[in-house]
């Protein structure tokens, strides 16, 4: 079993896409990150977890599950460093591999020395943007594949009957 353990806000920090959106409202960088990390849970089949740090979200711990991403929001004075420290050591096993991905050199040598593989945030881009090229061309290739219907349908037509086929009203 693979799990990939993302220190948030380092990823956050280090991604321009996210930076941006930061900028503006970082709950709206916290939740494309976390979209992204359930493309790439759902590409690779990896188990994800995302810890973020509390101190820039005050209040007490709390865990959830977001499009099938794990997300832990550390506890008062806890660092997402000292969590994924933890996580790592609580979910090591013979057939386990963890992999942590933050850009933070002391956090890297502290999990390699655990027996955790690093993945710096670049790395963990290009995974990702690779990912989601692999999805759009996979798309295109299924709607390229799509039958036409037999009948000419009007645009609205065909736009009630896709609601239907989606289970839609």
């Known amino acids: 079993m693979q799990i990939l353990l993302v220190d948030g806000y380092n990823i956050i920090g280090a991604w321009v896409e996210l930076r941006k959106l930061k900028e503006d409202k970082l709950v709206d960088a916290r939740d494309r990150l976390i979209e992204l990390m359930a493309e790439y849970k759902a590409f690779t089949g990896i188990r994800v977890i995302v810890i973020f740090d509390a101190h820039l979200v005050p209040g007490i711990e709390s865990k959830q599950k977001k499009y ?4 832990i929001y550390t506890r008062k004075n806890e660092i997402a460093d000292e969590r994924i420290e933890k996580l790592t050591q609580e979910l090591s096993g013979r057939k386990v591999e963890i992999y ?9 040598r502290v999990i390699f020395g655990q027996g955790a593989l690093r993945k710096s945030a670049r790395e963990l881009e290009i995974e990702v943007e690779d990912i989601s090229r692999n999805i759009t061309k996979k798309v295109k290739r299924i709607q390229g594949n799509k039958p036409n219907s037999e009948l000419p349908l009007s645009a609205e037509v065909a736009e009630i009957f896709e609601k239907w086929r989606r289970g839609m009203k």
């Open 100 to 108: 942590v991905a933050t850009s933070d050199l002391t956090e890297q």
């Open 68 to 71: 099938d991403v794990e997300v």
